[in-house]
């Protein structure tokens, strides 16, 4: 399984693995090894499509060099490469077997046995009306997804933003029922998770059938998730600045296990610019709502997603994206180079800017972030915070864990504390992460002291 993307596709490659458990497959080191090779490709931004031809050439090498062993390789495109390009893809490296797109996953067993048949290849992007949720098996245990999960709640979107291909390449925006992602919770918490990140394309549109007959948003889900015994952290992501409702920003002051870190695109700073994306807010809808957060949670801290040089952006279009990073104050964030996706509207639009005025104004945004970054993570030092370990460090007796707020944490400890929230105190920052020390062995309760 080689996995490219977001944690979507981490999590999907989680899922086809399970699927395929029951017919005896399993991970394997290497292509080399593998009688399979799936290849989960993310279609977000340019130059997707060649970088998977690119690997197909490499894995096709393979392909041969086993068939002249006597082995056979199946080999598998999925994700939203594979829905994008579909028979394309088979037109172009005939030597692929499978192309599946993300909502067939289910039908993996189905469409192996018919590869193994070798009738021609296997193309599956349609959207079927069936829920692939309904049929996909609950997560088999793996030692990597034990202390920290993804679970998929919500799929698809319906926002339409002007640059992006999500809506094209997921479909309409579809949510689980909320007994169904109890029980993936549960059954995660059981195989020894203790933080789940819940994910979707745009997780806080979260409406999923409740327990109780009605709709459930995204708040409602998480009070009934921080009930599971043994579930100390829950993150969601990503969120679309629209679909923050107070009752999710109160949720946020009532539930500790709710961890007080938010990654929250906005993408651009300027209203003109905002509008032109179709992002139906504005700048200072933004500002209040952050505001809004850290009046529920003062300890709330942020990250978001930016894109620099979309179709029409002057200097001062970008400039007010650089006051509005000035403003909020980030503790961490993406950003990217406007790059136009076929199909999507912003591509057909007049005003592209020039690469070497967007590499210009994304160097500048970044240092602008990277300074951020490094001052929350300066701030950090020298607090008492709680972390959960996650397991063994590089160093003999060195144990790693996660801040509240994602970041990475070292400290001398026994593996033992694996899965528990200790107390630490944060000593120093290194590159990507911090240095503590533990304040004692015993696990604590989660609790807002940074
Ligand atoms: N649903 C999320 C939202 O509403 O912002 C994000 C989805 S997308 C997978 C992740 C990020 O990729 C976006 O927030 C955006 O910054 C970036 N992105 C999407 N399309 C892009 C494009 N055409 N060019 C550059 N960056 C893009
Ligand atoms: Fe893409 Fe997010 Fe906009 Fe949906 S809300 S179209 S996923 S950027």
Request: with cysteine; hydrophobic share 40%.
């Amino acid at each position: 399984m080689i996995t490219w993307g977001c944690q979507m596709n981490v999590y999907d490659s989680g899922k086809m693995s399970d699927v395929l458990a029951p017919l005896g497959y399993g991970p394997a080191e290497s292509p080399a090894d593998a009688d399979m090779v799936i290849l989960n490709t993310c279609h977000i931004r340019e130059r997707a499509t060649d970088k998977v031809f690119s690997e197909l050439g490499r894995l096709r090498v393979i392909k041969e060099t086993r068939a002249a062993e006597g082995k056979q390789t199946i080999l598998a495109v999925a994700g939203c490469v594979a829905q994008a390009e579909g028979a394309f893809i088979t037109e172009r490296a005939p030597y692929v077997d499978i192309v599946l797109g993300p909502q067939t996953y289910h039908r993996l067993p189905e469409m192996v046995a018919r590869a193994h048949r070798a009738a021609g290849p296997v193309i599956e992007t349609d959207f079927p009306v069936e829920q692939k949720f309904d049929f996909l098996p609950e997560t088999a245990p793996s030692a990597e997804r034990a202390v920290t999960a993804f679970l998929t709640i919500q799929e698809g979107c319906d926002k339409f933003c002007s640059f992006c291909v999500v809506p094209y390449t997921r479909g309409a925006e579809a949510s689980r029922p909320a007994a169904a992602v109890i029980a993936e919770a549960k059954h995660l918490v059981a195989r020894g998770a203790r933080e789940i990140t819940l994910l979707g394309q745009n997780v806080n549109a979260y409406h999923g059938a409740g327990a109780d007959g009605r709709d459930w948003g995204l708040a409602r889900l998480a009070y009934a998730l921080a009930d599971i015994p043994g579930l100390d952290r829950i993150r969601y992501t990503t969120s679309h600045p629209r679909d923050m409702d107070d009752d999710l920003i109160a949720a946020h002051a009532d539930l500790p296990a709710l961890m007080p870190f938010l990654h929250l695109p906005v993408q651009s700073g300027s209203d003109r610019i905002l509008a032109a994306m179709n992002r139906r807010h504005t700048a200072d809808d933004y500002r209040r709502l952050i505001e809004k957060l850290r009046t529920a949670r003062p300890d709330m801290a942020f990250s978001s997603d930016f894109i620099v040089g979309h179709p029409g952006e002057t200097a001062a279009d970008f400039e007010a994206t650089m006051q509005l990073v000035r403003d909020i104050g980030f503790a961490q964030a993406y950003s990217f180079k406007y790059s136009p996706r076929p199909g999507t509207p912003a591509a057909g639009s007049p005003g592209m800017v020039a690469e070497p005025e967007k590499d210009g104004r994304l160097a500048e945004l970044q240092a602008l972030i990277r300074a951020q970054q490094d001052d929350f993570n300066a701030r950090t030092v020298g607090l008492e915070i709680p972390v959960l370990v996650t397991g063994a460090g590089r160093h003999a007796g060195q144990i790693n864990g996660r801040s509240p707020y994602l970041q990475a944490v070292h400290m001398d400890g026994p593996v033992s504390l694996t899965g528990q929230v200790v107390p630490v105190k944060v000593q120093g920052l290194m590159t990507n992460s911090l240095t503590a020390t533990l304040i004692n062995a015993s696990p604590t309760q989660e609790r807002a002291s940074a």
